[in-house]
């Protein structure tokens, strides 16, 4: 059974920080390519960052380049995503996902909402 749990989510002023976190059971976070996704209401959800599998290159969306930082802990088998210069538009819930690539399945966490606001 697969198991992913996002935490690390509250509220936070503009220009403050959070580090979001996810934790997996049941699949390697080094072994499947893993991401951070967002959905604000009433809105798709949106892509945030994505580390491949067995390397260490990160990806970014455009509107979180230079202010987020997504990281993998294999020895955890967490990924965690640190969030600066936080801003109101950032405010959504944010979904930690797990990609097999060779059958392409996706694994979903619960979310956790993260709210920008002073």
């Known amino acids: 059974q697969v198991q992913v749990v996002e935490s690390g989510g509250g509220l936070v002023q503009p220009g403050g920080s959070l580090r979001l976190s996810c934790e997996v059971s049941g699949r390697s976070v080094s072994s499947n390519a893993m991401g951070w996704f967002r959905q604000a209401p009433g809105q798709e959800r949106e892509f945030v960052a994505a580390?491949?599998?067995?390397?260490?290159?990160?990806y970014y969306g455009d509107s979180v380049k230079g202010r987020f930082t997504m990281s993998r802990d294999n020895a955890k088998n967490a990924v965690y995503l640190r969030m600066n210069n936080l801003r109101p538009e950032d405010t959504a819930v944010y979904y930690c996902?797990?990609?097999?690539?060779?059958?392409?399945?996706?694994?979903w966490g619960q979310g956790t909402q993260v709210t920008v606001s002073s």
């Open positions: 996902n797990v990609h097999e690539v060779w059958v392409s399945i996706d694994y």
């Open positions: 580390i491949p599998r067995n390397v260490d290159t990160t």
